[in-house]
């Protein structure tokens, strides 16, 4: 039966050993020897250095308690969360703190889980007075998701952060060959603000580089429309009259090879046919005599002598013969 309750007091240690309220910052850990390098210059643990960074967002109350065997430290609880909570610099202390009494410590995904607002490589609030927080704990632990206690140890204590001089920015030993890069956030920012991931050299020099290739290309577009706009305007200008005298010289002139014969072709009048020459009467030739005397015809109505036949199309005029004028007959 005790063997049954075992995991249950486990978790329950788990999370009331960071949660328990006090009536100040305190801690009942002792570290080993090891961890000599991860306190102060006040000779304060990682241990109590958490419980004061989390007693700023508590009234001033937090104790941090000593961890029992094969236990860690959980992350912030859903219905008690803080800002103080979800620093980096808060969980980096803490995981100095399970390090130093020689157990494990959880990962920065697992431990911000319930976080709505991160602070990476700052604190949200001003340090508390009475405490300092070493330089290390400022280090970038969202890059390998974790707490990297050789990186820790070899970028020292110093500078500190403190209640009257922030951490501008951390720094990483060049000896350390699972550093990160060094931050660029300050710590004490305002809260509710979240800071950018740090750059390193490389990145900087990749900018720059960018910003010359893309300042030359911006330069080269320039000149180019530049160049194009005084060319364009170099080009002769015709008047609005001989550009239109030269659009219908040119449609005059060009063949159109979309009309075809059967659209324009000309048809004769009705019933017009070849006009045969009259022939000379001859009285040796018998086809030139006539087969009937021809009929006088008096003209009884006006007539306009310059009207159009309508079978031709040009003008005609009537002919009236005269007394005494031969008729083509042949005479006696």
């Not at 570290?31 to 006040?42: E, Y």
């Not at 007075?129 to 290390?136: F, L, M």
């Not at 910003?211 to 290309?217: N, R, T």
């Amino acid at each position: 039966m005790l063997f049954d309750l075992w995991p249950v007091a486990v978790v329950a240690l788990q999370i009331f050993s960071v949660v328990r309220k006090t009536s100040a910052q305190s801690s009942n850990v002792v570290c080993i020897p090891s961890f000599d390098w991860a306190s102060n210059s006040r000779g304060q643990n990682p241990c109590l250095v958490a419980a004061y960074l989390q007693a700023a967002c508590n009234d001033g109350q937090f104790t941090v308690n000593a961890l029992p065997n094969g236990t860690h430290y959980i992350g912030p609880d859903p219905t008690d969360v803080n800002q103080c909570q979800c620093s980096t610099v808060t969980y980096s202390m803490l995981s100095a703190c399970g390090a130093c009494q020689n157990s494990t410590w959880i990962s920065w995904s697992s431990w911000s889980t319930n976080c709505t607002t991160i602070f990476p490589q700052s604190f949200p609030t001003d340090i508390p007075s009475g405490t300092a927080v070493p330089n290390w704990a400022y280090l970038n632990v969202m890059a390998s998701d974790d707490f990297n206690v050789t990186a820790a140890k070899a970028d020292g204590d110093t500078p500190e952060s403190t209640a009257t001089r922030v951490q501008s920015t951390g720094s990483v030993a060049s000896s350390s060959p699972t550093s990160s890069p060094a931050p660029t956030s300050s710590s004490g920012s305002s809260p509710g603000s979240t800071s950018g991931s740090p750059s390193s050299s490389h990145t900087n020099a990749g900018a720059i580089a960018g910003g010359v290739v893309g300042g030359v290309v911006g330069v080269g577009l320039i000149a180019a429309a530049i160049g194009f706009f005084v060319v364009r305007s170099r080009r002769p200008k015709l008047a609005p009259s001989a550009a239109y005298n030269e659009s219908v010289a040119g449609s005059a002139n060009k063949p159109r090879s979309d009309y075809t014969n059967s659209m324009y072709q000309v048809n004769p009048f009705p019933g017009q046919s070849p006009m045969t020459p009259p022939r000379l009467y001859d009285p040796s030739d018998p086809s030139t005599f006539p087969t009937s005397p021809p009929t006088p015809t008096i003209q009884t109505t006006g007539s306009n002598p310059n009207a159009f036949s309508p079978s031709h199309g040009y003008p005609s005029q009537t002919q009236f013969p005269r007394p005494g004028q031969y008729s083509g007959a042949p005479e006696i």
